[in-house]
């Protein structure tokens, strides 16, 4: 119920010296984008991590965290192409999609978007 009381919130600014809907929006995109982090590699990772146990199987701690980290490198790639292409619609490059426009108004309202909330909870 909360989320159609919020769509149907004007997107409309207020008056002088306000920021227009897409003026937050941009300054919403580009502050998370620059406060995502790099790819997770295994290769940073302490060497015991990823190594083999004594009888010779694989560090059960290592397979967990790849998974894992699989799953959070594919929440960072959507994270990245979202506010990528929401930037670049903002600019008018490219044309507003409907989960484009969606994620616009959830981050007005600094609300995850639904695409990428979907993304972390299933991982």
């Known amino acids: ?18 920021k227009t809907p897409d ?13 995502l982090p790099p ?18 199987s694989v560090n059960p701690l290592g397979i967990f965290l790849s998974h894992e980290m699989s799953k959070f490198n594919r929440l960072l790639l959507a994270m990245s192409a979202m506010l990528s ?7 008018g490059l490219v044309v507003m999609s409907a989960e484009l426009d969606a994620a616009y108004a959830n981050f007005i309202f600094q609300q ?10 299933r991982i």
Not at 112 to 121: E, F, Q, V, W
């Open 1 to 18: 119920m909360l989320e159609t009381i919020i769509s149907l919130q004007p997107r409309t600014g207020g008056g002088a010296g306000v």
């Open 23 to 35: 003026e937050q929006v941009q300054e919403v995109a580009d502050e998370l984008a620059s406060k």
């Open 39 to 56: 790819k997770l590699d295994a290769k940073s990772a302490a060497e015991v991590t990823f190594g083999k146990l004594s009888d010779g």
């Open 85 to 91: 292409e929401m930037q670049r619609a903002l600019k």
């Open 112 to 121: 995850a978007p639904r695409r990428i909330h979907m993304l972390s909870t």
